[in-house]
């Protein structure tokens, strides 16, 4: 049984919300190809790209890359959220909810 950390409950609890409300999602391969501060979670939901960037709590700040990839992002009409606990994570939620 592998014990998840921190931030990967975060994923978790967010993953099964996105689940929940049938989002297609995935998780971006950080292998050394792609472009730096890519968010943990890619999204789309009713023609809306979402970026999501998990942290353990709210203490964890994201990196400037994280930061400029999330005003990339909105700048391109898309959305960027930074989840770190259930309240974070409804934040997503009521967005979709209030986009179906």
Not at 14 to 31: C, D, I, Q, T
Not at 39 to 60: L, Y
Request: glycine share 8%.
């Amino acid at each position: 049984m592998s014990t998840l950390t921190p931030e990967g409950k975060v994923k978790r609890k967010l993953v099964e919300m996105l689940k929940r409300h049938g989002v297609w999602y995935f998780f971006p391969a950080s292998n050394g190809f792609g472009k730096a501060g890519i968010p943990d979670v890619i999204a789309c939901h009713n023609s809306k790209f979402i970026g999501i960037e998990c942290k353990a709590d709210r203490t964890k700040k994201p990196t400037a890359l994280q930061v400029a990839c999330g005003t990339e992002i909105r700048d391109a009409g898309g959305l960027w959220y930074l989840v770190y606990d259930a309240d974070t994570i409804s934040e997503v939620e009521v967005f979709i909810i209030n986009n179906r």
